[in-house]
């Protein structure tokens, strides 16, 4: 890996920590930089999930103020965020090597979409007022995602929180980046142990995503979420258009 690649990687992951903590669609950046590098999709996806932990942990750490009195959900979302993602690490490596490469475009495209329409998601927030019981399993399935993919689940994260269990945003989003740690931590160990993951690529990214999520807890309250929105789920569709045209 050339210095230029090492320092597109550092940057991508520097973006996505301060993106994931704010809205949770840095790895629609991160991802294409892996591919970029010369990665392969499946090497980038595993590689990409063990990268922003340290971004997601120091993002947590900077909004834990917004954590209080959330301690039985937490635990319990996290235990069914954590099987959902196991389970969808399990299917990743078990499923044929060039199933994930024709999903992949596919997913890619719907967590453009859902980026954009994260604003419609969030806004019925505002519209509910007590905690739906099936706020674990939605959780689970989407732990499910997380480890199969992960790429916008902060966005599915705060879209189901915010309908199921509704809370002001800044909480949901600091619940937000605790389950994204649970989530991809448990999908990174089986990583780390069974799949191709490319060292050299995840230290890079997450030097730079551990330096990205404190300035993103600085940034949530003040960024505009509207260009950023849209700058991601371009880049996404773009990355999905692509990547299919050569899966297909």
């Known amino acids: 890996m050339g210095p230029g690649q090492a320092a597109l990687l550092a940057g991508a992951g520097l973006i996505a920590g301060t993106v994931n903590t704010i ?6 950046l991160t991802f294409p930089a892996l591919l970029g590098a010369g990665l392969a999709p499946l090497a980038a996806n595993v590689t990409n999930c063990l990268g922003v932990i340290p971004g997601s942990v ?34 990743l490596l078990t499923l ?19 980026v954009l329409a994260q604003p419609l998601i969030v ?7 007590a905690t739906s019981a099936a706020t674990s399993p939605v959780v689970g399935a989407i732990g499910v995602y997380s480890g199969y993919f992960g790429a916008a689940q902060g966005v599915l ?5 915010g309908v199921l269990a509704p809370q002001p945003l800044r909480k949901v989003n600091a619940i937000k980046n605790i389950l994204a ?16 993951v490319n060292w050299t690529a995840v230290l890079l990214l997450a030097v730079g995503s551990a330096c ?12 505009p979420a509207g260009p950023l929105r849209v700058g991601i789920a371009a880049a996404a569709l773009i990355v999905a258009v692509r990547l299919g045209l050569s899966a297909y």
């Not at 990205?212 to 309250?221: S, T």
């Open 58 to 91: 120091s993002g947590a750490y900077g909004l834990r103020a917004e954590l209080r009195g959330q301690r039985q959900a937490l635990v319990r979302w996290s235990v069914w965020v954590g099987a959902g993602s196991l389970a969808g690490a399990v299917l």
């Open 23 to 28: 809205a949770g669609a840095g790895s629609l």
């Open 123 to 129: 806004r019925r927030i505002r519209d509910r007022a």
């Open 157 to 161: 994260l705060v879209g189901a929180l």
């Open 96 to 114: 044929p090597g060039g199933a994930f490469n024709r999903i992949v475009p596919v997913l890619v495209g719907l967590a453009g979409l859902l």
């Open 181 to 196: 740690v649970i989530g991809n931590g448990v999908a990174g160990l089986v990583y780390a142990l069974l799949a191709p």
């Open 212 to 223: 990205g999520g404190p300035i993103g807890a600085a940034l949530a309250k003040r960024v």
